[in-house]
């Protein structure tokens, strides 16, 4: 899915939920750490917001980031060192499990902000050799070996020696 197809369906869906929650433009922005300005345009549909931005948004909203992304496979989104292509989701906004195709590019390491105490990542690297993991903790994970940890404080990916991709599962598991 083209970039300049999805920013709408991202703005549409982020003002409807904003406005279903009561919440104001800037108790959105500074709950998700962005600027009101940079909520406004997203929300408009005239700036396509980074995996980053749209990862504080959904954490911010507690919310799944292929919801964000209209669950729509094929939607494309990126940041310094990665790009990721939603494949496919499943369940409900509580029960999700969202699977990624990650592409990690060599010579810088994406910190991903934490999702919640019940999120859990599944990671298979299929290509190359990765570096994932909870921040402090993260671990080698090479070509067919894999990878699983709650994302609940800040984690990192990153390519070793070369580019690498990987399947991504992220599950969220209802609180009991």
Known sequence: ???DELAPLVGDRLRA??????????ALAAAAGIGKGSLS????????????TLYALANALDLPLAWLLAERPGAEVGAPGIETVLLGTTGSVDD?????M??????????????????????????????????????????GEHYDWVSDTEHTY????GPAEAVLVMRRVPAS
């Open 41 to 52: 345009e997203i929300e408009r549909g005239s700036r396509n917001p980074n995996l980053s």
């Open 1 to 3: 899915m083209d970039p």
């Open 102 to 143: 990650l592409r990690l590019t060599p010579g810088t390491v994406h910190r991903s902000s934490a999702h919640g105490p019940h999120v859990v990542e599944h990671l298979v690297v299929t290509r190359g050799v990765a570096r994932v993991g909870r921040s402090g903790g993260e671990v080698m994970v090479k070509t």
């Open 158 to 161: 990153e390519a070793v020696g």
């Open 96 to 100: 999700a499990v969202e699977v990624y």
């Open 17 to 26: 939920v904003r406005a279903d929650r009561g919440l104001s433009l800037n």
